[in-house]
């Protein structure tokens, strides 16, 4: 049975970088990646500490093996990764509702990612809903980006409550950045 849950160890994060490099793009192929997804950034196990030590993420597990996470990413670590610099820093000047959301109290999905044998059963919004009860009282939104050309991934966003509000491009490849609102 999956348990989701916050990461509470070391070993919890291997995991999450093991998961990791199963779905990094530059390890898959091309209709592989066009079906499930999949990763573009990649972060060390010093780094997912870093994420760690400022806010716990949120993880999948079955049994003791990491099946699912949902990285916290928050403006402690912002800097620490030159992707992740680069998506707070659009997320800075982008606006919603009429202000610019560097005024706002965000925190960032650093990455997110589903097991392929766990696929389809539910668990991003598992591990969204665990990333909303957790964090939700020190936030007023949730904010990730997806690759467009990642279907899958967007519209388990969309179903989740996530809007597009902006776009931008990296590494070649247009990317939306979506918005959860948890005011609402």
């Given at each position: 049975m999956v348990q989701i849950t916050r990461v509470s160890n070391t070993q919890e994060l291997q995991g999450i970088q093991q998961l990791q490099a199963e779905n990094l793009r530059k390890h898959i192929n091309t209709e592989e990646a066009a079906s499930q997804g999949f990763l573009m950034a990649e972060y060390s196990l010093d780094f997912l500490h870093a994420m760690h030590q400022a806010s716990p993420s949120i993880i999948a597990k079955d049994g003791e093996k990491v099946v699912g996470y949902a990285l916290v990413a928050t403006q402690a670590v912002r800097d620490e990764h030159d992707l992740l610099a680069d998506l707070f820093n659009t997320i800075d000047q982008t606006q919603f509702e009429g202000d610019t959301l560097k005024n706002s109290s965000y925190v960032v999905v650093g990455q997110?990612?589903?097991?392929?044998?766990?696929?389809?059963?539910?668990?991003?919004?598992?591990?969204?809903?665990?990333?909303?009860?957790?964090l939700e009282a020190e936030y007023d939104f949730c904010i990730t980006d997806v690759a467009q050309a990642n279907t899958r991934s967007l519209k388990a966003h969309k179903n989740t409550g996530y809007q597009v509000i902006d776009t931008l491009s990296y590494g070649g490849i247009a990317w939306d950045i979506v918005l959860w609102d948890w005011r609402k």
């Open positions: 997110l990612c589903v097991a392929k044998d766990y696929r389809g059963q539910g668990l991003v919004q598992q591990l969204y809903g665990h990333f909303r009860t957790c």
